[in-house]
């Protein structure tokens, strides 16, 4: 149907930056995991921005690796946060559903500056790779 390359256009025409699509595409995800879980996510969203980011020549690992840590804080934030129902669940009685939206701020603060950082720091992603290539060398 080509609703990529619709998509590819209107992002030409509207002269955003391949930054500021995945800025967008990161707060929609962000967003949309208030709501919907992950796996939804992955099966709505990730077949109808590869092509684009393809076209836009935008290293897939990268925008992989913050999918997957945007997809994963949205896993703890309310008020779908899958993982906050899991601990409510073993939790005793006497610690409310407040108390762990309260203690999961500073593992989500955590998350988008490590987010943050990734994203002005691309080349990261591959260190580690990069480091246990030349190591076995």
Request: overall charge negative; cysteine-free; proline content about 7%.
């Amino acid at each position: 149907l080509e609703g990529d390359k619709f998509i590819i256009d209107m992002i030409y025409a509207s002269n955003l930056s391949p930054e500021m699509f995945t800025i967008l595409v990161l707060l929609i995800v962000f967003i949309a995991g208030f709501f919907i879980d992950f796996i939804e996510i992955i099966f709505i969203i990730v077949p109808v921005i590869t092509p684009i980011l393809i076209a836009l020549n935008i290293d897939l690992l990268w925008i992989g690796i913050m999918l997957a840590i945007n997809l994963q804080t949205s896993f703890l934030t309310p008020p779908f946060g899958f993982s906050l129902f899991y601990l409510k669940s073993v939790s005793p009685k006497k610690i409310k559903t407040t108390d762990i939206y309260m203690g999961i701020i500073p593992f989500v603060i955590i998350q988008l500056v490590f987010l943050i950082f990734l994203f002005f720091n691309p080349d990261f992603i591959y260190l580690i790779p990069d480091f246990l290539k030349n190591y076995s060398s």
